[in-house]
T-cell receptor
């Protein structure tokens, strides 16, 4: 997991926007992903972005990709208490069958 | 639709005992299969992945092993557990094309005492 870096913790107030950041190492990575893990559960895919895109929006979620800086972010608009979870960034390196995950960012939403 | 089943959900085992975690996928054929481990406070570590029956790739040296006896069955085993094997084990599958999106099972929490 050391190849993909994320901050460990983020706290936001309910109704505010959350921005979770990630840096990855392989500039030739083809796809980048965001997963959500609720307590005691497996990982759930939130969204993914192909490397030739710089933005993807899906309802309250906006993904921004800066290939030059190898930086990926996930913005959650109007954050709700149900958004409290661990968020994992992952990259698929060229030629790899598996994904490389970051350490995860624990998002806490304060009512 | 595709589903992934993983069991047991929770396991408490003494040091030195054997381990068998099982994962099966329904609704697809010839999937890629994966075992990841999530240790407390840490990210996901890839343990094994398989692109076909009997084809296992290991990412890290350890006292764990994996087998794929059938197309949609992936088993994680150990002959003798160590304390450091405690963690949350996640099985996942993906199709062998395109975005390679991984779909995860619910996880198996292993505590070695």
């Amino acid at each position: 997991g050391e190849d993909v870096e994320q901050s460990l913790f983020l706290s936001v107030r309910e109704g505010d926007s959350s921005v979770i950041n990630c840096t990855y190492t392989d500039s030739s990575s083809t796809y980048l992903y965001w997963y959500k893990q609720e307590p005691g559960a497996g990982l759930q895919l939130l969204t993914y972005i192909f490397s030739n895109m710089d933005m993807k929006q899906d309802q309250r979620l906006t993904v921004l990709l800066n290939k030059k800086d190898k930086h990926l972010s996930l913005r959650i608009a109007d954050t709700q208490t149900g958004d409290s979870a661990i968020y994992f960034c992952a990259e698929r390196k060229t030629g790899a069958n598996n994904l490389f995950f970051g350490t995860g960012t624990r998002l806490t939403v304060i009512p | 639709s595709q589903t992934i089943h993983q069991w047991p959900a929770t396991l408490v085992q003494p040091v030195g005992s054997p381990l068998s975690l099982e994962c099966t996928v329904e609704g697809t054929s010839n999937p890629n299969l994966y075992w990841y481990r999530q240790a407390a406070g840490r990210g996901l570590q890839l343990l094994f992945y398989s692109v076909g029956i009997g084809q296992i790739s290991s990412e890290v040296p350890q006292n764990l092993s994996a087998s794929r006896p059938q197309d949609r069955q992936f088993i994680l085993s150990s002959k003798k557990l160590l304390l450091s094997d405690s963690g949350f084990y996640l099985c996942a599958w993906s199709v062998q094309a395109g975005a390679n999106v991984l779909t995860f099972g619910a996880g198996s929490r292993l505590t070695v005492l």
